[in-house]
């Protein structure tokens, strides 16, 4: 390989990595609405997590290896945070930084479970972790209240194309 092709592919390492390792905004509940209630042929895979819960953590490196499985697909899975929004840099962005998890993350910036849980569906009781997978605006949806596999995501993707 040329000098040329490796500078290119540590260049485009460090760009993909780089942005895996940051969270890409800070949300409200209608911010997060607003990214997946689309009309689109997109399933979105939204993970409700925070760094202090550990079935949380534990379930990661599964979504991890389900998004890159299905990247060049019509899916997004999307991280959510509910960490406090004053630990973002202490403890998300060093988090993520140090998984290398390809997925985005955003952080969820509400302090009261009240005004966003049952938004997202009405039998959430808050406890995480928490995947939401919907497709075209929420007309199909089905909701995850416990650490999910791969297996219980192809299985839930299958039944909603």
């Known amino acids: 390989m040329t000098i040329k092709g490796r500078i290119l592919i540590s260049f485009l390492l460090l760009v993909f990595l780089g942005n895996a390792q940051k969270v890409s905004g800070v949300y409200k509940i209608s911010d997060l609405l607003k990214r997946i209630d689309k009309t689109n042929d997109t399933v979105y895979i939204v993970n409700f997590w925070a760094t202090w819960c550990v079935p949380c953590v534990q379930e990661l ?4 290896s389900f998004a890159l499985a ?3 697909e019509k899916l997004k899975v999307l991280l959510v945070s509910l960490d406090f929004k004053e630990d973002l840099q202490k403890k998300v962005e060093p988090f993520l930084k140090k998984h290398h998890y390809s997925m985005e993350c955003v952080l969820l910036d509400e302090v009261n479970g009240n005004d966003f849980i049952d938004k997202i569906n ?18 199909k949806t089905l909701f995850i209240e416990k650490k999910v596999k791969v297996a219980d995501l192809e299985e839930a993707v299958s039944g909603m194309r």
């Open 61 to 64: 490196p599964q979504l991890d």
């Open 70 to 72: 299905h990247k060049n």
């Open 122 to 139: 009405e039998k959430w009781t808050g406890s995480i972790p928490a995947t939401l997978i919907t497709i075209h605006n929420r007309k």
